[in-house]
């Protein structure tokens, strides 16, 4: 995971996503999961959760791992520019 943080030429950030796309997350330092955007917010996300709305997680961009969109799994957010 450390390499893969390592990798990006710059950070994510609320331009790279929209409501639709799948990311995968670091939950902790280890873990990762895989959610739905619900919402783009000024620093974090809005991820679709399992409770119907009520308990929508939201992470900051610094967690997400990747985006896929159509698709296309994008690791490095420069690679959008």
């Keep these: 995971m450390a ?3 390592t990798a990006r030429s710059r950070a994510w950030q609320r ?3 929209r409501p639709g796309d799948i990311v995968e ?3 902790f330092h ?3 999961d895989t959610y739905r955007v ?3 917010n000024a620093k974090t996300l ?3 959760g399992p409770g119907g709305g009520y308990d929508d ?7 997400v791992l990747s985006r ?5 799994t994008v690791t490095n957010p420069a690679d959008l520019d």
């Design 46 to 48: 809005t991820l679709e």
């Design 68 to 72: 896929t969109r159509d698709g296309v």
């Design 3 to 5: 390499a893969r943080l």
């Design 25 to 27: 997350v670091r939950t």
């Design 15 to 17: 331009s790279d996503f």
């Design 38 to 40: 619900k919402r783009v």
């Design 57 to 63: 997680p939201k992470r900051e961009y610094e967690r």
């Design 30 to 32: 280890t873990c990762t």
